[in-house]
């Protein structure tokens, strides 16, 4: 039985979503009334006297473009706290520096390939320990945990095989034992699931995608209530440096605007991309939490307003996965996600290549599989255009 939801924290509790996306950071400029948040170059900024200045010293540390996106994104996720950084990997990096030698993290199985490439090959070295479960099954996150586990690391849904977690469920078995939980919200977004109020302790996003929406800016982000961990990780964000340009802010301020609308409209288009698939006698499976089929569409139904814009799908083998990719007109064939138009592409050659074959099996992404990012363009002609390339 779920709990609860927890508090919000923006502060806006009556404003819906959309209301608090285009309101907290985003009114009108203080100084000029501008509708729209100046693009604020500065690196530095004069000082009155030493130590006296109006908040901003130097841009790493802290930037007007930059505190307005953070506001923006804290709003979002209803969270106390955000930080912008300069990828998704960026925010990823400077929180997984929260860690220390020794330290363990059970990170469910099938993470985004950067993911688990940054686990495998840059942290381990560091003395970090890192431990797959399917957390799909909360009593495999259990069985993981020891008494060096610092950290749950999920996504939900997954990357790219759509699975879905129980996160109200994972982090009550997590925090039992004493380790933080992280969601990845990336594939979600925070307008159709938000993991802090389900439990969890820290979210990260790659804004590239949905929050950014039109594949035009690489971002990233991290979101908690905590005011401890906000304090190291802003110390972390200034310490480490990967933080993203004002210009970026801007662009990330821009697509927020329309975030709620762009996630609606692709998931309504995804529901029925899912369905026309599972018809197609050419397609073995079909990954969609929406699916009756989908094994996690209970749990989806009660933590997300709707299923996402992401959809994957297996056909006979290799083959037939390149041929479907090469027969696309309005699916591009690129990598990322979430943006207005709709991509497509084989995880074990593209996104997910950088993890060794036999993580690869292990976490069930065969050479079969063909991912989807559905964009917004009218439904019929996307069905139309998977209809002809699997014929
Ligand atoms: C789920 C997920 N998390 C994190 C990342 C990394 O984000 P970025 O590419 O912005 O560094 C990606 C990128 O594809 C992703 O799909």
Known sequence: MAREPRPSHSGQDSWGFATRALHIGQGPDPATGAVVQPIHLATTFAQQGVGQHKGFEYSRSGNPTRAALEECLAGLEDAKHSLAFASGLAAETTLLLLLSPGDHVVYMEDVYGGTFRLFDKVLKRYGLTFSAVDAGDVDAVERSITPATRLVWLESP??????????????????????????????????????????????????????????????????????????????????????????????????????????????????????????????KRVHYPGLASHPGRAVASRQMRMFGGMVSFEVDDEATALRTLGRLKLFALAESLGAVESLAEHPSRMTHASMPVSERKRAGVGDGLIRLSVGVEDVADLIADLESALA
């Open 158 to 283: 997954t990357n790219p095989l759509l699975r879905v977690v129980d996160i109200d469920a994972v982090s009550e078995v997590a925090h039992s034992h004493g380790a933080m939980v992280c969601v990845d919200n990336t594939f979600a977004t925070p307008y159709l699931q938000q993991p802090l109020r389900l439990g969890a302790d820290l979210v990260v996003h790659s804004s590239t995608k949905y929050i950014g929406g039109h594949s035009d800016v690489v971002g990233g982000a991290i979101m908690t209530n905590n005011d401890e961990l906000e304090k190291q990780l802003r110390f972390n964000q200034n310490a480490v440096g990967a933080v993203p340009s004002p210009f970026d802010c801007w662009l990330l301020l821009r697509g927020i605007k329309t975030l709620a609308l762009r996630v609606e409209r692709q998931s309504l288009n995804a529901t029925e991309v899912a369905a026309a698939l599972e018809k197609n006698k050419a397609v």
